[in-house]
């Protein structure tokens, strides 16, 4: 068993900072890729950014303004945003794309966290 658990979410003024968190724990045997996605109520979800062991990627309205680094000895992952927006306001979702190991063998998994709401408002 896997879990992804988020944390880090709240209200912020515009041009404030916010910092969230996704730890996956359980029986990983490795993890290939982690990102953060956002969505807002009737709308798709998107992929804000994402970061394997050798590259990063920014969807074009953060660039700048947000940044992704991961602690691999964690298995966790952050979002540094900062000259936040009111259109940032969404709830972010973790993405871990990984190998968990299993009773029969191995198994490739993509999986989701909860979801934590960022806000921004003044």
């Known amino acids: 068993q896997v879990q992804v658990v988020e944390s880090g979410g709240g209200l912020v003024q515009p041009g404030g900072s916010l910092r969230l968190s996704c730890a996956a724990s359980?029986?990983?045997?490795?993890?290939?890729?982690m990102g953060w996605y956002r969505q807002i109520p009737g709308k798709e979800r998107e992929l804000v950014a994402a970061i394997t062991s050798s590259s990063t990627n920014y969807v074009d309205s953060v660039k700048g303004r947000f940044t992704i680094s991961r602690d691999s000895a964690k298995n966790t992952v952050y979002l540094q945003m900062n000259s936040l927006k009111s259109e940032d306001s969404a709830v972010y979702y973790c993405?871990?794309?990984?190998?968990?190991?299993?009773?029969?063998?191995?198994?490739?998994?993509?999986?989701w966290g909860q979801g934590t709401q960022v806000t921004v408002s003044s």
């Open positions: 993405n871990v794309n990984l190998i968990t190991r299993r009773w029969y063998g191995v198994r490739a998994e993509n999986l």
């Open positions: 359980g029986s990983i045997v490795s993890i290939n890729a």
